[in-house]
């Protein structure tokens, strides 16, 4: 299947017997075919306890399974579309930036506690990014939304990528993550920019960061 780029803010997926796709409710445009649009309440393929840990968080993105013969207009809200296709490896996204991505990928959740200790916690508190993000393993496409566009930066065990926590949208690829103070305490009195924190990606993979810093 997969998915082609009409323009900057609507894609085109191919949908073909036996094969899912699976998108946040609301975002068909249009569709040629024998195609089929049911809400899906288990939120994709990561199962019940997938499901679980983003409702408890509060951070579940309704889903439709998309099924049939035809072709299917996506988008959502005027958002900039950004495809990214998976080879085996793992994307973590957060939930209401998915757009639509294939039934071949295996979804799930992953608490962002693990993910630098105490500061994931920090990370969802202070930048509004959540507790809990998506993941999307195996190998097909994946179509997320952004402000402005994206951009896609390298991360290389020599140079880790520093990023502003509300342009961040995903990243994949052996990562670790941890948020940082950018200034000194004094200098964040009376600052409310996200500017003050910084995330910090290392090892190897990449990083997808939007042009704006206005969540979804």
């Known amino acids: 299947m ?3 780029e009409v323009n900057s803010k609507m894609i085109e997926a191919t949908v073909v017997p036996g094969q ?3 998108s946040q409710r609301g975002a068909m445009l249009a569709y040629k075919g024998d195609v089929s649009f049911t809400p899906n309440i288990q939120g994709g393929q990561g199962g019940v ?3 679980i840990g983003r409702r408890v968080a509060n951070e579940a993105a309704p889903l439709m399974t998309v099924e049939g013969s ?3 207009l996506f988008g959502h809200g005027g958002h900039h579309i950004q495809v990214i296709d998976l080879t085996g ?3 973590y996204v957060e939930a209401d930036r998915l757009l639509a991505f294939e039934g071949t990928l295996r979804q799930g959740t992953m608490f962002m506690g693990s993910q630098g200790g105490v500061m994931g916690l920090v990370r969802g ?3 509004g990014q959540g507790l809990f993000t998506t993941t999307l393993t195996g190998r097909g496409a994946v179509a997320v939304m952004a402000h402005g566009g994206v951009f896609e930066v390298p991360i290389t065990p020599q140079r880790p990528v520093h990023v502003d926590p509300q342009a961040y949208v995903a990243h994949h690829g052996d990562v670790r993550n941890k948020l940082s103070a950018a200034l000194g305490w004094r200098e964040m009195v009376g600052r409310g920019s996200g500017e003050a924190f910084q995330l910090e990606l290392s090892g190897s993979g ?8 206005e969540k979804l």
């Not at 990449?206 to 810093?213: L, R």
């Open 206 to 213: 990449a990083v997808y960061v939007q042009a704006s810093e």
């Open 125 to 127: 508190q202070v930048t």
């Open 49 to 51: 306890m997938s499901m």
């Open 70 to 72: 035809g072709t299917v």
């Open 20 to 22: 899912r796709l699976f």
């Open 2 to 4: 997969g998915f082609r």
């Open 89 to 91: 490896d793992t994307l």
